[in-house]
Each structure stands twice: as C-alpha cells, then as structure tokens.
C-alpha cells in the first residue's frame, strides 16, 4: 500500500467515525437541546425575528455601512456569512440527498433546519458576547473566544477550554484551503468550462490524471479567479462584505425566481412532489439521504466527501463574521442565525428540491436518477423547459449560479480562516494574516488544475474536527444561552426594566450599555 492509499484509508476511518458515528448526533442532540431551553424560540417568536431580520432590511440601523472600522453593518454580516453558507452544497447537496434517500430526504433536511436554526442562534449570540478587538481595533469572535473564556471559565476547566479552542481554530483554518477554497474553485471551473465551451482552449490538454484532462481553459479560468478573488480579499473584511451585499441578494433572488418559474411550470406535479417526501419521509433510506443532505455541503459522486453543512448551524464558521456585526445585543446577532438558517435551507435547498422532483429527472418513487448525476441533476430539471433546440439555456443559468455561489463562499472562508489564524497567532497576527491571505489566494489555482480527492476528503475531516468542539462549547453554554434570551425576550419583548446582557468583558459591557441607554437603540 503506498503512501496516498494509506493516508486515504486513515482519514476515510476518521472522517467515518467524526460524521456518522459521532457528529451528525451531537449535532441533532445540540438542536433538540437547544430548541427545548429556549422554549422553541424560533417557533414562539417567529414574528419578531422576522421583524427583526427581513422585516428590517429597509432600517438604515442594519443596512448602512458602518463608519467604524471595527465592525460592518448587521445586514453585511448576513450576506457574508450567506456568502459561505448559500453554494454548491444547495445544489449537489440537495440532488445527492435526493439520490441516496429519496424524496423523503428533503423532510429530514427541513427537520434538521428546524433545529439548526437553534443551534446558529446560539453559536451567534455566544460570539457577539464573547468577542473582543483585535490588534487592528476590529472585532474578533468565534467558536475559539467562547471555548477559550466560556467552557475555560468553569472551575478545572482552564486547560480543557484552550485545548478546544486551539483545536478547532487549526481544523478551521486547514479546512478554509479544502472546502473554503480548493473544492468550489474546482466545482466552478468544471461546470464553467463544460457550459461555456472554447474548443481552441479546452482542446489544449496540459496533462491527464486519474483519467481527467486538465486543459487550458482551466488553467485560464484559474488565473482570472485568482485575480478576482484577490482583490477582494487582500482589502480585508469590509471589502468582502462590501461584495458580498451585493452578490448574494441578486444570486438568491434569481435563482428562486428562475426555480419557481420551472417549479409552476409543472405546477401538475407540485402536488406530487409533497405526498413522495411526506410519503417516504419514514423509510431507512430516506433518513440517511436527509441527514447527508444536510451534513455534506457539496457532495461529489464516487465517494469523495468534499462537503460541510448545508446552512453550516453547528459549524461554528459563521460566528466569525457575525461577531463583526456592529450590532450591541447578542441576541439581534443571533436572530440573524435563525434567518440564516432559514433562507440557506427552507427557501433555497426547497427550491432546489422541488425543481428536481416536479420536472421529471429522477424517479419519485425511488429518488433514481432519470437523467443526469447528483453534479449535473439541477442543470438537467433547468433543460426541461429552459431550452431553445439545442441550446441549453438551463445549464448555462446552472453554472453562472454555481460560479456565483462558490465564488462568494470562497470569500466568505477567506475570512473565517483568516480569524483562525489570527487567533493562533496571537502578537504576531497582523504577519501571519497577511501570509495566509497570500497563500490563500495562490491555492487557488491549485483547486482549478487539482484532479485527486484527498485533498476534498480530508477537508471534509478537518470541518468535522471542527465542529465537534464548537458543540461541547454550545452544549457548555446553554445555560448563558438561556439566561442571554431570557434577559432579551424579558426587556424586549415584555418591556421590563432591566440590566441588558452584553458582554463577558465589564468594559464592553457598560460602554455598549452606555450607548443604549444614551440613545435608546432598539
């Protein structure tokens, strides 16, 4: 056995044990738990997070920019932490779980959402509680500020809360170079170059491997996002929130638009498509499907598990850019978690979903393939009434929304990984940052010519690794978590006169009490 069989069989046993034996049920048990002490707050108070979320897009108080350099508004919280959440994963994601489990698969992801949005809520407002300024004066928060100081508070605990924290900052920022950046530049150049063919470019073959060409065209691709993503990047967060607000609402809004175009379009078959997943909901197979559906974010044909969470509710990446928000209550950040939640996998993966099975590609009553893999399922359903002849014009609005949807989660892990090795790096953070925003960007063209796995399979290990001690922090927690919302709903909502809690640092505390009292900020 030589060395890439040996290292493919250890990290196969790894990446097994972390998902299905481990991960997938501490993260439903974290949604369950979650759910309950909160007294199912998404449900309960489903009218105030709405207004507090997408009811509130027009309040200057959460879309304006932000003048402070610290932080960025609440609204470009959002969108880049969208940016990493809403990609390929809404698309092969969904289409693999259709494939492995059936219609019923699509009831699993919902149910898993439902808990999800409990589980970001929390992992939101512990970050916005826990986080504090960085060498810059910007904000920093994270799974890795509230394992540090949250779980490292409690009496003997010190030690055990460092160990976490350093542990999921390095499988963090390992995983930003695989699923963050590698594994969609590779999804976008495939689909890209396949819809938008140049004979004379991809008639030139640079070299083969593992029976895959890799040819000019790719190569060319690479370079232009490499240049693409490096401007971006390379101007720090503000930039890529900048880009982000702008990208992920026309990316979203197009692709649910042109979903429920196809989607009526077989309205016969709306009907259908419900009573299958409701209908096979319960069978083995479908239960399986669902939970890869949700676990995996971009899962690619012949074993090769390149994925993370769908809406990432459990992860932990997202508390990274939502603790940049300039938002003073923990609890408005993590509202924003439940939207999150909500838009990434009740809207979007429904749209996906319901374009696959009212269009005929796959059999509804086994969830088979018609037509078409888990990679190209989507762009097949668009070509059934998206066409003129022999142009496809489905398969073309399929790659430029598979280009957009990798190109802003590649950003978006630009960043999480950037706040990892701030973390890690401690005095000399300014350097290194700037360093791995450098190799960040060069890695880029790795993914575009890259035609092995390994590298995919063991990013989808480091997200596992990582997400395991996030949700010992969250379950740590939960009391806070409880004691934060109770405080919030009580003055909020019930309008009782009381201490806000803001944060664990007694500066940040009463300064940011200090403003809401002055100003009286909603």
């Known amino acids: 056995m030589d060395f890439m069989e040996r290292l493919t069989t250890i990290n196969d046993a790894v990446n097994g044990f972390v998902w299905t034996q481990v991960g997938v ?24 997070w709405m207004k507090k979320t997408i009811g509130s897009l027009f309040d200057s108080k959460v879309t304006s920019h932000t003048g402070e350099h610290a932080s960025i508004s609440q609204f470009q919280a959002l969108c880049t932490a969208l940016a990493a959440t809403v990609g390929v994963g809404n698309i092969a994601g969904v289409s693999a779980a259709i494939l492995t489990g059936g219609p019923g698969a699509v009831f699993w992801m919902w149910l898993a959402a439902f808990f999800g949005m409990m589980t970001n809520y929390s992992e939101n407002i512990l970050g916005i509680y826990y986080r504090r300024k960085n060498h810059q004066g910007e904000w920093s928060g994270g799974a890795m500020y509230y394992l540090q100081d949250g779980l490292g508070g409690y009496k003997n605990m010190k030690t055990v809360g460092r160990i976490l924290a350093v542990i999921f900052a390095v499988c963090a920022a390992l995983a930003s170079f695989g699923i963050g950046n590698m594994g969609q530049v590779n999804k976008i150049v495939m689909n890209f170059t396949a819809a938008f063919d140049i004979r004379p470019l991809s008639g030139v073959v640079l070299y083969s491997s593992g029976g895959t060409d890799v040819t000019l065209y790719m190569l060319l691709v690479g370079l232009v996002l490499m240049a693409l993503v490096g401007v971006v990047v390379i101007g720090g967060l503000q930039r ?68 993370v969470f769908s809406n990432e509710a459990g992860l932990g990446s997202s508390v990274m850019v939502h603790s940049n928000s300039n938002v003073r209550e923990p609890v408005k950040q993590g509202l924003w978690g439940i939207f999150e939640v909500f838009m990434d996998t ?29 990679a190209t399922l989507v762009a097949e359903a668009f070509n059934t009434i998206f066409r003129i002849g022999r142009l496809e014009y489905g398969r073309y609005f399929v790659a430029i929304a598979i280009l957009l949807f990798a190109f802003t989660t590649i950003l978006g892990w630009s960043h999480y990984g950037a706040k990892a090795v701030e973390y890690l790096a401690g005095a000399k953070a300014p350097v290194v940052t700037k360093v791995y925003k450098f190799v960040f960007v060069i890695m880029i063209l790795s993914g575009a010519l890259m035609t092995s796995s390994i590298a995919w399979d063991i990013s989808d290990t480091f997200n596992g690794l990582m997400m395991i001690p996030n949700l010992i922090g969250v379950l740590a927690m939960s009391p806070l978590v409880m004691r934060l919302t109770n405080n919030y709903v009580r003055r909020r909502i019930h309008g009782e006169k009381l201490e806000p809690m803001l944060s664990y640092d007694s500066a940040i505390q009463a300064e940011n009490a ?7 900020e909603d």
């Open 346 to 374: 009740i809207i979007v993966c429904t749209m996906t979903a319901l374009v696959i099975l009212t269009s005929g590609v796959v059999d509804l009553n086994t969830g088979t393939a018609v037509t078409g893999s888990d």
């Open 240 to 307: 890529i929130a900048i880009v982000a607000e702008k990208i992920i609402p026309f990316m979203v809004v197009a692709y649910v638009i042109g979903s429920l175009v196809l989607i009526f379009s077989n309205a016969a078959h709306i009907g259908t498509a419900f009573a299958h997943i409701f209908g096979m909901a319960f069978t083995k197979n479908a239960a399986w499907g669902g939970a890869t559906g949700v676990a995996f974010k971009t899962i690619i044909t012949q074993g090769c598990k390149r994925g």
């Open 514 to 520: 200090r403003v809401i009292l002055e100003t009286g």
């Open 25 to 48: 049920w501490l993260l439903i048990a974290t949604g369950i738990l979650m759910t309950v002490l909160t007294g199912f707050f998404q449900v309960t108070h489903i009218r105030h």
